[in-house]
T-cell receptor, first 115, second 109 residues
Framework: EAGVVQSPRYKIIEKKQPVAFWCNPI?????LYWYRQNLGQGPELLIR????????DSQLPKDRFSAERLKGVDSTLKIQPAELGDSAVYLC?????????????FGPGTRLTVT | GQNIDQPTEMTATEGAIVQINCTYQ??????LFWYQQHAGEAPTFLSY??LDGLEEKGRFSSFLSRSKGYSYLLLKELQMKDSASYLC??????????WGAGTKLIIKP
């Protein structure tokens, strides 16, 4: 079974430039999460989707961040314009209520560096 | 507010046993997770506890006491590949995962 796929793996951009991250969850997983993780910290939830509906985006900085999951499968997270403080690893995860623990499975992440 | 505390760093010897503690204060409780994260990699699921007691899975065991807001992850027969960060996370009343900052475990030969 294929895991969560993310691209790109690494991205270096100058501040004020836009950037987009893509995620394809595990097949059949209807819940998709975007997290941001800074070095030495746990993941911080940005947005959670149930199918194509964003059910928790309270921590998404909506002035510059946007996300979509149009067909309830893959998803895109965008930052425009990027700031120096956005440098972090952006993780996508998915889960399914069909598992006993409803545990989340993570993709390899995108390491963003804003210069 | 919601809070999860775990030690920042621990050191142990190859072949030994180590216990990583986690205490939590959250709005409601719908399960506690432990994840392993090697440097530069994504977190991977290790264990899940929703009832009090010990869950054993090979060399790894996880314990939960809901009344004390406390859990630990026990790693036996440590191997060098166990060097990683171990993240404790609690699922709250809204089914959102609240994450600790992680414990960096260093294994020495």
């Amino acid at each position: 079974e294929a895991g969560v796929v993310q691209s790109p793996r690494y991205k270096i951009i100058e501040k004020k430039q836009p950037v987009a991250f893509w995620c394809n969850p595990i097949s059949g997983h209807n819940t998709l999460y975007w997290y941001r993780q800074n070095l030495g910290q746990g993941p911080e939830l940005l947005i959670r989707y149930e199918n194509e509906e964003a059910v928790d985006d309270s921590q998404l900085p909506k002035d510059r961040f946007s996300a979509e999951r149009l067909k309830g499968v893959d998803s895109t997270l965008k930052i425009q314009p990027a700031e120096l403080g956005d440098s972090a690893v952006y993780l996508c995860a998915s889960s399914s209520p069909g598992t006993a623990a409803y545990e989340q499975y993570f993709g390899p992440g995108t390491r963003l560096t804003v210069t | 507010g919601q809070n999860i505390d775990q030690p920042t760093e621990m050191t142990a010897t190859e072949g030994a046993i180590v216990q990583i503690n986690c205490t939590y204060q959250t709005s409601g409780f719908n399960g506690l997770f432990w994840y392993q994260q090697h440097a530069g990699e994504a977190p991977t699921f290790l264990s899940y506890n929703v009832l009090d007691g010990l869950e054993e899975k090979g060399r790894f065991s996880s314990f939960l006491s809901r009344s004390k807001g406390y859990s630990y992850l026990l790693l036996k027969e440590l191997q060098m590949k166990d060097s990683a960060s171990y993240l404790c996370a609690v699922r709250d009343i809204n089914y959102q995962l609240i994450w600790g900052a992680g414990t960096k475990l260093i294994i020495k030969p």
